[in-house]
């Protein structure tokens, strides 16, 4: 446990754990975390503690809007360059900057007595977010700092407040009269250089030239004397309590992460808006996860058999691309049941009319063999119904099975039952139940039966009874997976308000739960079985932009793989397939550690994308999945599987 941010930044750090959606565990740890955090400073710096609190703007008055640009950024540091002429304090670098007549009154204390007697005495609408003005002193120190402190005294508003500190650097006095100067007057330390207890009792924080120390070019990893080298200087300015900066560091992104690790406790940036983004979005970025599993450990006895199989089961992870995968697999230890399975194709998921899918074509595409149009679901593209994989393993009096930790009349559950050339069509979608074969169908039915923003205000509750009612001919429809009686010849539909919850809150092992029932269910056939389980929710995820939510649904649709996997070992005849319809977010993964179960990365949006998606496969004919693919061909496949033609 650690706290390296000394700036009275505490509080600003427990608002950033909020933002985190933690379990009840975690939550538990975070109260720890900030107990530890009031008591001192340790060593090993986590990047998902930082905040934009942790930003420096360097050199701000060259950017396009000086101050602004950090400050709307929540930056906490902002440095002024200042130069005394006639008895004007100018901003700028040079002498040569003097006739630009930037003047830090205009530029910085105006502006920020503005937003100070905005905020009741704060510089932030957030009373507990400070923010330091870096004033780098460039001409004579002592004329320029006593002009400073004369002209500061004009703006008390900006100096009697505990939430901003004036720190000098650059020409700065000799540490002996550090204290000299009056009480809100603060002095940037040079990294290395030993100071009495007086001047350090004056100074907050300590900056050095990164290219003193190493000539690192930002990118991979420090060299490793290097690191060590700044780990003991980092430590022993955090050993007097004051915060270190590097300036002429690398600017990139790398950088960033890499000066989080080494507990850096202001990342100094030329990129305002690339750092504030950055920061800002760190904690949906990031992902620790306090719990792991463990895999299952196949016995690979009829992996990859020729004999034909009787049972498939088909996981499809909604959204799922193999940075979803590896989020999972990182946040679980660098474990994932899923990469136990050694058959692996790949399939390029573009609809008929775009070149990225929805999730309706997507996995349309694989029950019917026929790319749609985007929204369509079990129609081709002149919205003419096509037969599904379960019409065809029907004629083999196989029985078909689907769950879906989503909405029961979502798109991805739909394509294998559903003939709607639009998947909003919550009740056309489900009426089209009660001519599939389908034996059972669990999931939540949030959306397509009650409270809906799909349905009109008039048609909620009224639409939802009567489907119901309509499919009580045909169905058992019960409200838990356990209503189930696997004992009993029926058909059943659960409606299930857990199946609908995300991992994060509280769905538990729901999935397992319901693959196991549907198992014991259509098990009971002797002619077999296919089962479609989705991962609904990977999808939800990588659409909020958080990769909390897409790590703990990932490991969640993992372990309901590692039971796939356990019971195809058990029966020897079914083939567990493991894909996706499309990949959700552009993710990509850029900072991690397998045994912190940590990992961090970025989005590049919050809809869906072209890439292609992994295919997984175990047991008989599993080798047909090897190879490049459209997502169409997966239906041949599947069939060619049980040796039932697709005709
Ligand atoms: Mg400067
Ligand atoms: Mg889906
Ligand atoms: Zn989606």
């Given at each position: 446990m650690q706290s390296k941010f000394i700036n009275g930044n505490l509080l600003k750090r427990y608002y950033f754990y909020d933002h985190v959606l933690l379990n009840p565990n975690q939550k538990m740890k975070k109260i720890l975390l900030v107990l530890f955090a009031m008591v001192g400073y340790a060593a090993s710096a986590q990047p998902?503690?930082?905040?934009?609190?942790?930003?420096h703007s360097h050199n701000?008055?060259?950017?396009?809007v000086p101050f602004y640009d950090a400050y709307t950024n929540g930056f906490g540091s902002i440095e002024a360059d200042i130069l005394l002429q006639d008895g004007i304090l100018y901003v700028g670098h040079g002498v040569e900057d003097i006739k630009l007549k930037r003047t830090l009154e205009d530029y910085y204390l105006r502006p920020l007595l503005a937003d100070v007697q905005k905020n009741n005495g704060h510089p932030?609408?957030?009373?507990d977010k400070s923010l330091q003005l870096l004033i780098d002193i460039k001409t004579d120190s002592i004329s320029t700092v006593d002009s400073l402190v004369a002209l500061l005294k004009k703006y008390p508003d900006l100096i009697y407040t505990k939430s901003i500190k004036w720190t000098i650097t650059g020409?700065?006095?000799?540490?002996?009269?550090?204290?000299?100067?009056?009480?809100?007057i603060w002095f940037d330390g040079e990294i290395g250089k030993n100071y009495s207890n007086d001047a350090l009792s004056r100074i907050v924080m300590m900056s050095g030239d990164m290219k003193e120390f190493t000539d690192w070019n930002g990118k991979s990893n420090l060299p490793a004397a290097d690191e060590a080298k700044l780990k003991t200087l980092i430590a022993n300015v955090h050993q007097l309590k004051k915060s270190i900066r590097f300036w002429d560091a690398p600017d990139i992104i790398n950088t960033w992460y890499q000066l989080m690790h080494l507990g850096v406790d202001y990342i100094n940036t030329d990129h305002i808006r690339e750092l504030g983004t950055f920061l800002n979005k760190l904690s949906s970025n990031s992902f620790v996860s306090a719990d792991s599993y463990k895999i299952y450990q196949p016995t690979y006895k009829s992996d990859g058999a020729t004999k034909k199989v009787k049972n498939i089961i088909l996981l499809i992870g909604d959204g799922c691309g193999l940075a979803q995968l590896y989020s999972g697999y990182t946040a679980n230890r660098g474990a994932l049941n899923i990469f136990q399975m050694k058959y692996i194709g790949l399939s390029k998921t573009s609809s008929y009319d775009n070149y990225i899918t929805d999730s309706a074509p997507g996995s349309s595409s694989i029950a019917s063999g026929v790319k749609s149009n985007n929204r369509a679901v079990g129609v081709d593209h002149n919205g003419v119904p096509v037969p599904l994989i379960p019409v065809f393993v029907e004629k083999k009096k196989i029985k078909t099975g689907l769950i879906t930790c989503g909405d029961i009349a979502d798109a991805t559950p739909a394509d294998f039952y559903a003939h709607q050339t639009s998947r909003d069509n919550a009740s056309a979608i489900l009426r089209d139940l009660k001519d599939a074969p389908v034996e059972l169908l669990m999931g939540s039915g949030d959306e397509s039966l009650g409270n809906v923003s799909i349905l009109k205000e008039s048609e909620k509750s009224k639409i939802g009874d009567d489907i119901l009612t309509e499919l009580k001919t045909k169905y058992n429809i019960v409200?838990?997976?356990?209503?189930?009686?696997?004992?009993?010849?029926d058909k059943w539909i659960v409606i299930e308000n857990r199946a609908g919850l995300s991992m994060l809150n509280g769905r538990g092992n729901w999935l397992q739960h319901a693959l196991d029932k549907s198992i014991k269910v259509l098990s009971k056939n002797p002619a077999g079985f296919f089962l479609m389980a989705e991962g609904a929710q990977i999808d939800y995820g990588g659409h909020d932009n958080n990769i909390s939510y897409v790590a703990t649904e990932v490991m969640d649709f993992d372990k309901t793989v590692g039971d796939a996997l356990r019971f195809a070992d058990k029966d020897g005849e079914t083939l567990v397939i493991v894909t996706a319809d499309h990949e959700t977010g552009g993710l990509t993964l850029l900072d991690g550690d397998y045994k912190k179960g940590y990992v961090s990365g970025q989005f590049s949006t919050n809809d869906h994308t072209a890439l292609p998606v992994q295919v997984f496969a175990y047991g008989?004919?599993?080798?047909?999945?090897?190879g490049v693919y459209e997502n169409t061909a997966l239906f041949k496949k599947i069939l060619d599987a049980y040796g039932v033609s697709g005709k």
């Open positions: 998902f503690d930082y905040s934009v609190a942790n930003a701000d008055y060259n950017n396009l932030y609408a957030n009373p020409n700065r006095p000799d540490p002996s009269l550090f204290t000299s100067y009056p009480s809100f409200s838990s997976v356990d209503s189930v009686n696997e004992n009993k010849k008989p004919q599993s080798f047909l999945f090897n």
